[in-house]
């Protein structure tokens, strides 16, 4: 359409898809490739029927999946199950600790000076094995993933005992 035009070409321009838009392509391709050939398949079926038998099927098609859901909805008013619940609710587990958020000091935890001079020191190594040997440096974190975090923590730990 022509209002949709200069639309169209700012998204034909926007450049690379990402990877997501990609997907979704793929599947919105595979959806329509089946729905392609379901119509085929159709088509073979139902293409040299008469319109008087189609008509005829159609109204046994309605009537049977009509009829079935009205035994369903006459099914479940007449139902002798009067005291079977439908959905059953359950009461939820709460945590014993969910409001509690983690941020508090934990009694008997101290970082002294002695051991933060260490861990600066410590970061100040590996922040040149990521400049200088960055293989090693990578070798490390794979072994120990979460150590930078860890010094990070403790760093702020720290500062935190400063500030009290």
Known sequence: ???FNKY???????????????????IAGVG???????AERMTKIFGNM???KLKILL??????????SVYLIADAIKSSRANQKSFKIDQVDVPKH???????????????????????????????LKQ????????????????????????ELYFLQKQK
Request: aromatic share 12%; glycine share 10%; net charge positive.
């Open 1 to 3: 359409m022509w209002v």
């Open 8 to 26: 169209r070409k700012k998204v034909e321009n926007s450049g690379d898809p990402s990877m997501s838009d990609k997907v979704a392509g793929k």
């Open 32 to 38: 329509l490739k089946l729905q392609r050939k379901f």
């Open 132 to 155: 200088n040997k960055s293989k090693q440096y990578d070798s490390i974190l794979l072994a120990r993933p979460g150590l930078m975090d860890s010094v990070q923590m403790l760093g």
């Open 98 to 128: 969910f409001d509690k958020t983690g941020d508090a000091i934990i009694p008997g935890t101290y970082v002294d000076d002695e051991t933060f001079y260490k861990i600066e020191g410590f970061k100040n190594y590996m922040d040149s």
């Open 59 to 68: 109204i046994f098609f309605c009537m049977t999946t009509g009829g079935y």
């Open 50 to 52: 008469n319109n008087g």
